[in-house]
């Protein structure tokens, strides 16, 4: 069964960064029948709608940011740890949300919260002006 943990969120003042990871079980970045996966991050704050930061093939480490969160936001996968983290600069209040991450068995652009599946339980970020 696959599983994504994600962590890493907390409380940081605007300007500062923060390191998201997310863990996953169940299959095996490296494994050749899943060259085709992708683990996505998103996000959701209160009274708006889940959207997407940023998306990483599993095999090959193709990336993918919707425009407006190129430059701060940067995705990328550990394979040996099986763990895929997104490391975030120059926070705003507005970056805060709870994080998530899932998985897609067929890694394409754009970013389709419709693709991706076996959402962890998600990280509070929050951001402090």
């Known amino acids: 069964e696959v599983q994504l943990q994600a962590s890493g969120g907390g409380l940081v003042q605007a300007g500062g960064s923060l390191r998201l990871s997310c863990a996953a079980s169940?299959?095996?970045?490296?494994?050749?029948?899943?060259?085709?996966?992708?683990i996505g991050w998103f996000r959701q704050a209160p009274g708006k709608e889940r959207e997407a930061v940023s998306s990483?093939?599993?095999?090959?480490?193709?990336?993918y940011y919707p425009d407006f969160k190129k430059g701060r936001f940067a995705i990328s996968s550990d394979n040996a740890k099986n763990t895929v983290y997104l490391q975030m600069e120059t926070l705003e209040p507005e970056d805060s949300a709870v994080y998530y991450c899932?998985?897609?068995?067929?890694?394409?652009?754009?970013?389709?919260?419709?693709?991706?599946?076996?959402w962890g339980q998600g990280t509070q970020v929050t951001v402090s002006s």
């Open positions: 899932a998985v897609t068995t067929w890694h394409v652009y754009p970013i389709r919260i419709r693709d991706f599946d076996n």
């Open positions: 169940g299959f095996t970045f490296d494994d050749h029948a899943y060259r085709h996966y992708g």
């Open positions: 990483i093939s599993v095999d090959d480490g193709t990336a």
